[in-house]
């Protein structure tokens, strides 16, 4: 597998973002090839489809205040966040544990970072229909059929630093069953499915970086997908009843966002 950073102009809100990573492309002499899929850092999706938001526009409410104040964050950040969140169920210091769109995560998504200085970036209001509305540009002006992965950071319990994660993806087939087959010494698989579409996210999310690298598209090549028209964005989801995570923290109080 081959992994390239393109690298962008800064992009704003309302940009064609297919045009600008093709020109991009081009300008890096790089050209898409049929399987190639393109990993898209979920912020510049959310830019140019306007999902910013002012912080000084935000009226906190009594509930943000309060969660403001216990877990050291500003009111107007943290009402954005529960008006993002399904649920929350507690924080640490400038940190709360959310789910939204059937992912723990922190904050919802919302970001302070590489965004205009007193406005923060939400995720895209539907990741999977931004990936394959990108996937289908980019197929009508090249020609070529691949893959879309809208990605993110994410954090894993007791594990320092962030990874990467799939918010939306197109174009191929983004688990693996492991369930039907065995292993080296013939014994049955009963559980395990490998989540291909967060492994590549990941390996672009090395590449894009957290900062200032300005590398919001990762080109994918030889990656071990099978390509598919029709992508069940459910596939990737277990039930918070089932999840071994979710399942203790719905035994715990939480708090609702809405």
């Keep these: 597998m081959q992994l390239f950073g393109v690298s ?12 600008i990573i093709l020109e991009a492309l081009d300008k890096q002499k790089l050209e898409i090839q049929d399987g190639d899929l393109l990993a898209i850092a979920s912020k510049v999706v959310a830019t140019v489809e306007g999902r910013l938001k002012k912080l000084s526009s935000m009226e906190p409410s ?41 992912v723990l995560t922190a904050n919802a998504g919302v970001d302070q970072k590489n965004v205009s200085k007193g406005y923060v970036a939400l ?40 990874t990467g994660i799939a918010l939306g993806m197109a174009g191929f087939e983004p688990v693996k069953d492991y369930r039907l087959d065995k292993d080296l010494y013939g014994n049955s698989i009963y559980i395990t499915r490998h989540a291909i579409a967060d492994d590549i996210a990941s390996a672009a999310h090395l590449m894009m970086g957290e900062s200032r690298e300005q590398t919001p598209v990762i080109l994918v090549r030889n990656a071990p997908v099978k390509l598919s028209e029709k992508v069940n964005p459910k596939s990737t989801i277990i039930p918070a009843k089932e999840c071994l995570f979710t399942k203790l923290l719905l035994q715990k109080s939480f708090t609702e966002s809405r």
């Design 123 to 162: 995720w895209p209001k539907n990741s999977q229909k931004s990936a394959e509305k990108i996937r289908k540009e980019i197929e009508k002006r090249t020609g070529k059929k691949v893959g879309v992965l809208i990605i993110d950071s994410r954090v894993t319990p007791l594990r320092m630093g962030t």
């Design 8 to 19: 962008t102009k800064l992009i704003k809100p309302g940009d064609n973002l297919v045009k």
């Design 62 to 102: 009594a509930k943000a205040k309060k969660l403001a104040k216990q877990y050291d964050l500003e009111p107007s950040f943290v009402e954005i966040v529960l008006q993002e969140s399904k649920l929350i169920y507690g924080g640490v210091s400038k940190a709360l544990l959310t789910l939204r769109d059937n």
